[in-house]
């Protein structure tokens, strides 16, 4: 149990360091490039990102530290958690093409292998552990919202 936990708490503390640190590319266009997009009506306020992307990232954490508990030597632990490594990876790469380059056609490319990625997550967390996998649906249906208002401020500007 003990091991559990650790592994729950190493997982939170990186998913909250990545989304900290693509936070830094998000900051510096939020106030000026970003606040000049035409945005769709369902736009949320820019106030709502931060806590929902925390709850986000302690969720996706808990399911990592779920899945790795089960023991890495298990080839399905591996493989999920690869899936699980590379569409963390994407996520951060959307912060930054998105708000560092300031480009939502190419973020809504990376956004869309983000889904795919994550939906790719999500088979191998079930296959370890349903818990694991339904902490991320949560995760799934914001990206599927965030892939939505990325496609219409890139349509309306």
């Not at 939170?12 to 998000?26: H, K, N, W």
């Amino acid at each position: 149990m003990k091991k559990k936990v650790l592994y729950i708490t190493i997982a939170i503390v990186v998913c909250l360091l990545i989304g900290f640190l693509s936070g830094f590319a998000t900051q510096s266009s939020v106030d000026t490039w970003y606040s000049t997009l035409n945005k769709p009506n369902f736009n949320p306020p820019n106030w709502i990102f931060a806590p929902v992307w925390t709850v986000l990232y302690i969720l996706m954490g808990i399911a990592a530290g779920i899945v790795w508990a089960k023991g890495f030597y298990h080839i399905w632990v591996k493989t999920a958690l690869y899936f699980f490594g590379f569409q963390l990876l994407f996520n951060a790469l959307w912060s930054i093409v998105f708000f560092g380059f300031q480009n939502p056609f190419w973020a809504l490319l990376v956004i869309l292998v983000l889904l795919g990625l994550i939906l790719q997550t999500i088979k191998c967390f079930k296959i370890v552990s349903r818990t694991a996998a339904y902490l991320l649906i949560p995760y799934l249906l914001w990206v599927c919202f965030a892939l939505l208002l990325n496609y219409k401020i890139w349509e309306l500007n």
